[in-house]
């Protein structure tokens, strides 16, 4: 399928569906690049963060699993 990555953000030709490892119950379009490097959309690291989930998220924020700026502290306690 043809279509946008939720993490690089890049248009690709080939997306795939798939669960987000941080929030289950979110369905998300990922590419093979982004999948195969273990990425998070950086929107739900920092959303995972904020319900609950920092130990969980902190793996993502502290490897920069995701694309775009860092995330800080800011980000999180908003």
Do not use: F, N, W
Request: proline content about 3%.
């Amino acid at each position: 399928m043809k279509g946008v990555c939720a993490s690089c953000r890049k248009q690709k030709y080939e997306v795939h569906g798939r669960d987000s490892a941080l929030i289950p119950t979110m369905k998300i379009l990922m590419c093979k690049t982004c999948i195969r490097k273990g990425h998070e959309p950086r929107h739900i690291i920092i959303l995972a963060a904020r319900s609950g989930r920092l130990a969980q998220a902190s793996k993502y924020i502290t490897g920069h699993l995701y694309d775009g700026e860092a995330i800080i502290a800011s980000d999180v306690l908003r």
